[in-house]
């Protein structure tokens, strides 16, 4: 389980190891995305002389936010009703616990240093299912009294999904997905903050789940 600062209980639906150590380590990769790799200056000079035909999301301005009235909002406070919420949600972001999954802004990194067109679609592919997970956790019944976490989460991921969207485009537009990759940290870390709280909201209730139906969340450290 969760807590906001971020260390973890056993007891929670979502089971996170080594998460203090990777946002440290998030800021570390930022720091190494600065324009001075020769791969990046090649990159760069080629984007300013062409004009791209899709201009991804800016950093600063989120293209979307979901509000109360976009999701399914439940009076009920009935334990059954709210352990059945949290398996669904399990069920829904149980891709992050995926040995493959990798954070995008290693991605980002290993793309560009590498020339590794498979890491940038590998970005693609991620933010697809990102954009999945958003559409399935908007038509989840939430209870009234998660519904704000529940946005949060939803919100995030899509967040998250932008800047995936500006950062897949490493090869012809490096500059805009270098700045998207910057406020990556950021955004990631969120998310880990909205799951201490998702645990939060269940360990308050006494709602319990076995360890089959936990997810147990393990942060790609690789570049």
Do not use: C
Not at 89 to 105: D, G, K, V
Not at 107 to 121: F, G, M, Q, S, Y
Not at 141 to 166: G, S, Y
Request: hydrophobic share 50%; proline share 5%.
């Amino acid at each position: 389980m969760f807590r906001v600062t971020m260390w973890l209980l056993a007891g929670g639906l979502l089971v996170a190891v080594g998460v203090m150590g990777f946002l440290w380590y998030l800021g570390g990769v930022a720091n190494k995305l600065s324009p001075d790799d020769t791969r990046l200056i090649s990159l760069v000079a080629r984007a300013n002389n062409s004009a791209p035909l899709i201009t991804a999301p800016t950093p600063s301005q989120p293209a979307w936010q979901y509000s109360p009235s976009d999701i399914t909002i439940s009076a009920t406070t009935q334990p059954s009703a709210i352990r059945a919420y949290g398996l669904e949600l399990a069920n829904i972001l149980r891709f992050y616990a995926e040995p493959e999954w990798q954070n995008e802004m290693a991605l980002t990194v290993r793309a560009i240093k590498n020339d590794d067109a498979l890491a940038a679609k590998m970005i693609v592919a991620q933010r697809l299912r990102q954009q999945q997970a958003v559409g399935q956790l908007v038509n989840v019944v939430t209870p009234e009294d998660a519904a704000d976490i529940h946005l949060q989460l939803i919100n995030t991921i899509l967040r998250l999904a932008e800047l995936d969207f500006a950062m897949e485009k490493i090869f012809d537009q490096p500059i805009l997905a270098l700045e998207n990759a910057r406020i990556y940290p950021q955004h990631y870390s969120e998310l880990w903050q909205i799951f201490a709280k998702i645990n939060q909201y269940f360990l308050d209730r006494e709602i319990v789940f076995s360890s089959e139906e936990k997810i147990n969340l393990h942060p790609s450290f690789n570049l």
